[in-house]
């Protein structure tokens, strides 16, 4: 069922058709149990063999202790993947198991560089414009006129005081769109993080645009 262009099937009917979807990709759903500490390196995994990596184990390095070191074998294993794309992360994105139903829209934006538009819904609707430059996945929302922020001189100096606390994982900056300079919060992280800290990203850089505009932002939209 469509509304307005947007998808508003029920979360189960949308969870049908992803099951669907993989089936006739020829994939299989299968059950491993694996200690909690290693769950995020399976879904790692699972994730690139998805979209058709090529995954190269090397032995465990186990301490004198005994222990496997889970944290170094992780590291392994980003360090051979590849970059995501923009189609890549896209895909990766809607096949994660991390997210609540319905809770990110993904979309690819046309124009002379690729985009994703990340509709964040449990965000109040925040959009994310993502890009993958090189190296870097760089995240940005836009969040409101600057001519409409009472005393722009003093909310900026506020926020350079206060960022550590105010913007964990996101920084502040000005854009101008045609003509006019508007606030815009953005963040950047390595184009080889695994898709779960893509997506703590997201959901960090959305909330952090709620909240700043909740309290700090103009009398209009802090209402």
Sequence with gaps: MQARGR???????????RRRKLLEQGLK???VWVRPTDAPLIQ????????????????????????????EEHEIMEALSSPWTIETLKQAIQDSDDLLPGEFECRKSVGASPVLEVAVEAAGGVTLFVAVQDEQIVTTTMLWARADQEDPAAFEAM??????VCLPLSALSIDTIDGQEYYELFGTMSAR???????????TIANNA????RDLGPRAIAA
């Excluded at 979360?11 to 058709?17: D, G, I, L, N």
């Excluded at 926020?159 to 550590?164: D, G, Y």
């Excluded at 993080?193 to 959901?203: A, D, G, K, P």
């Design 29 to 31: 759903r299968v059950e």
């Design 44 to 71: 790692d995994i699972a994730t690139h063999l998805r979209r058709g990596s090529i995954i190269h184990v090397s032995p465990p390095r186990v301490p004198s202790s005994g222990n496997r070191n889970t944290l």
């Design 159 to 164: 926020m350079l005081r206060a960022h550590k």
């Design 193 to 203: 993080s695994t898709v779960q800290s893509i997506i703590v990203e997201f959901r």
């Design 7 to 17: 998808d508003v099937t029920s979360p189960r009917e949308r969870t049908a058709r």
């Design 210 to 213: 709620i909240e700043l505009a």
